[in-house]
């Protein structure tokens, strides 16, 4: 099937085919910061956004000198939480990244956890769907019917598996892919 371009009368490319777009909570652990931002890149390439950026606030609390967590005053902790967790709420889709040797990080496990009680305390299809990508190996959240496990774990695969659970999902917004 050939296409025709509407102003030249000439050949044109076909369509292409729409990718889902979401508002991404992406969850994954602090000591593998790197890897979250290049996997926050490679979403944000393909058009998503985020409810919540919490590895820039950890930039921002490198740049204060607050290198452990013990180092951080209570109330920044406490607000970074609270923003954390309405991030999770407002998210249509947690992307949990399995640190490199497997697992969830304590941080992450607690944000899917948060995802899943959401789910399971009335917030019902307004809850985010959970997609957990790497070696789930030891998580609890592995066992969970509402949770979607991909043995994705660099950026690329990561990016595909993001569209794929969105297709299963009824989101309105697309973009071309």
């Not at 919490?54 to 939480?81: C, I, T």
């Amino acid at each position: 099937m050939s296409f025709v371009d509407p102003i030249t009368g000439g050949p044109a490319p076909a369509p292409r085919p729409t990718r889902p777009i979401a508002r991404l909570y992406l969850a994954g652990a602090s000591a593998e910061i790197a890897r979250v931002r290049e996997v926050a890149d490679a979403l944000v390439a393909d058009g998503h956004t985020f409810t919540e950026a919490w590895w820039e606030r950890m930039a921002d609390a490198a740049a204060r000198g607050w290198k452990r967590d013990v180092d951080v005053p209570p109330a920044y902790l406490r607000e970074s939480w609270k923003r954390n967790m309405h991030g999770v709420r407002e998210a249509q889709l947690l992307v949990a990244l399995c640190r490199r040797e497997g697992g969830l990080s304590p941080g992450t496990s607690g944000e899917v956890s948060y995802a899943l009680g959401l789910r399971d305390g009335g917030y019902g299809s307004k809850a985010p769907t959970v997609l957990v990508c790497g070696d789930a190996r030891g998580a609890l959240a592995a066992t969970d019917p509402g949770i979607v496990i991909a043995d994705a774990f660099d950026a690329a695969r990561i990016v595909d598996e993001v569209a794929r659970v969105l297709s299963l999902r009824p989101y309105t917004a697309t973009r071309g892919a």
